[in-house]
C-alpha cells in the first residue's frame, strides 16, 4: 500500500509564515501581531483599529479625543500591555479532609478521629442495656426464672450494647448493637 510522502510544514503552515523561535522573540524588533500574507502593515501614524473602523489618528489632543474609536484604541492599548506582562498566580488554599471509610465499631477500643475535638483518639468504652438484654430477661422470665434469675443478663457486658465514646470530650462516636 502506498503512502503519501511527509508533509513539509517548517517554512509554512497553511500558508501563514513559521512562528519565530524562541530566541527570535526575545529579540523583538518584529511588529505584533505579525501581518498576514496579502495585508500590509499598519501605517506609521495610525492605530490599530477592527475591521470596519476608520484608523484613529494619533496627533494633537483635540482631534485624538473628537475621533470615535479613541476609546477602543485605549482599551486595546491598555489589553496588550497586560498581556505582555507576567501574571502572578493567587495563592491557592488548600483544605484537608478526613474521610473515614466506613468505621466497624466492635466490643473492643477503636482507634477514630472525634470531629467535636479533632483529634484522632481511642474510644473509651461503655455498656448499656439493649434489646438482646431485654429479650433474654423475658426469656428467662418465661422458662420459670422468677426469683431474680431473669435479671442476670443485666450482669453480663456480653449481653449488652457498647458504646463508643471520645475520652477527651466524651461525645459519642459509635455505637456497637448486639441484635
Known amino acids: 500500500m502506498a503512502s503519501a510522502p511527509p508533509a513539509d510544514f517548517s517554512t509554512t503552515l497553511m500558508g501563514y509564515p513559521a512562528p519565530p523561535s524562541y530566541e527570535e522573540s526575545l529579540n523583538s524588533n518584529l511588529p505584533y501581531p505579525p ?3 496579502g495585508y500590509a502593515a ?3 501614524g495610525y492605530a490599530v483599529t477592527p475591521a470596519g473602523y476608520a484608523p484613529a489618528p494619533t496627533g494633537d489632543k483635540a482631534s485624538v479625543a473628537s475621533h470615535p474609536t479613541q476609546g477602543y484604541n485605549q482599551m486595546y492599548q491598555a489589553t496588550s500591555v497586560q498581556q505582555t506582562q507576567p501574571v502572578a498566580n493567587p495563592a491557592i488554599s ?3 479532609v478526613y474521610v473515614q471509610p466506613g468505621q466497624i465499631f466492635g466490643s473492643v ?3 477514630v478521629f472525634c470531629h467535636a475535638c479533632t483529634q484522632n483518639v481511642i474510644t473509651r ?3 448499656s442495656s439493649g434489646t438482646l438484654t431485654w429479650l433474654s430477661c423475658a426469656g428467662l422470665a418465661i422458662f420459670g426464672c422468677i426469683y431474680g434469675c431473669c435479671l442476670i443478663p443485666f450482669c453480663l457486658e456480653s449481653l449488652k450494647d457498647v458504646v463508643h465514646r471520645c475520652p477527651n470530650c466524651s461525645t459519642a462516636l459509635g455505637v456497637h448493637r448486639r441484635l
Do not use: K
Open 35 to 37: 501581518a498576514a500574507p
Open 42 to 44: 499598519t501605517p506609521a
Open 94 to 96: 488548600v483544605q484537608t
Open 109 to 111: 477500643p477503636v482507634q
Open 125 to 127: 468504652i461503655e455498656y
